[in-house]
């Protein structure tokens, strides 16, 4: 059995019987083929493993294996498993401006192609030109242009269809490497002022239509603080569940439903999960 502690972002514990790291494509195709059943993993940042044991799954992890990034005319090309920090880092070294945003957003291309990962008012695909895929049932390959890609708030039609996202193009633009690297401070500095060091995938819900966020009303709630087992709502940001230890993906459900309940109870809102259940 495999830990996938390491590759998940709330390091929680879980094994799995099949785990691979695929050199090539035509790799990926072959663990396809052999398995009925196959989960992606990149950086594992939008996941929550609920099972302490995976024994009839596959698991793909895409990360050291596809990591090029490609500077082309008026952007760059990054493959599945670079992370977006990578990303940001090689356009400032470009000075490239565009996805400064993405700084410290702790995704893979991959997993920001399905989730349109989104920070401070900007989403990643605001940025993109194209998208290569790789069709998990005819194993055909595909280059689709933005125009035909259907995408929103923390949903892109590949969250839907059976691909794997193998890299996408960025358009970017030229300016001063102070402006980007300004703005990449800027970030990061709101980002460890307001979000928690503790093991997280982030913004466990997405936006609600609503006048306050749900970090607000967790905070209102008196909610903060609170714990099921290693699961905590972060006492610095009530929009986050952090692992405090040893907490299971079964104990940060269970976590995710007390806050939906409270929440709907309170304000009459119904909270929309945001990370992904594997």
């Not at 990360?63 to 500077?71: A, G, L, P, Y």
């Not at 280059?143 to 358009?171: E, P, Q």
């Not at 966020?213 to 209102?220: I, Y």
Request: proline share 3%.
């Amino acid at each position: 059995m495999f830990s996938l502690k390491s590759y998940n972002t709330y390091h929680i514990e879980s094994f799995a019987k099949h785990v691979y790291f695929p050199q090539s494509i035509d790799e990926i195709i072959e663990i396809y083929k052999r398995h009925t059943k196959v989960i992606i993993l990149g950086n594992g940042s939008n996941i929550i493993l609920t099972k302490s044991m995976y024994d009839d799954v596959a698991f793909i992890v895409i990360k050291e294996q596809f990591k090029k990034i490609t500077h082309v005319s008026n952007g760059v090309y990054a493959e599945a498993g670079v992370l977006l920090k990578e990303l940001s880092l090689y356009a400032y070294d470009h000075s490239l401006s565009g996805v400064e945003t993405f700084f410290d957003v702790p995704a893979s291309i991959g997993g920001a192609m399905i989730m349109n990962t989104g920070a401070y008012g900007d989403e990643i695909y605001d940025h993109v030109r194209y998208v290569d895929v790789l069709d998990s049932e005819s194993f055909r390959q595909q280059r689709i242009d933005k125009a035909n890609i259907d995408y929103g708030y923390r949903y892109s039609m590949f969250k839907t269809r059976s691909v794997i996202i193998l890299g996408a193009c960025f358009d970017l633009s030229l300016k001063p490497q102070i402006e980007i690297k300004d703005k990449m401070d800027n970030i990061l500095s709101q980002r460890q002022a307001k979000l928690p060091c503790e093991p997280s995938a982030g913004s466990v819900f997405k936006r609600p239509n609503y006048h306050i966020t749900v970090g607000e009303m967790v905070e209102k709630i008196g909610l903060k603080g609170f714990q099921i087992g290693g699961a905590q709502i972060s006492p610095k940001h009530g929009g986050v569940i952090i692992n405090t230890g040893n907490a299971t993906g079964q104990q940060i459900l269970q976590l995710v439903e007390h806050i939906k309940q409270e929440v709907l109870m309170h304000y009459q809102v119904q909270l929309e999960l945001e990370q992904i259940l594997v």
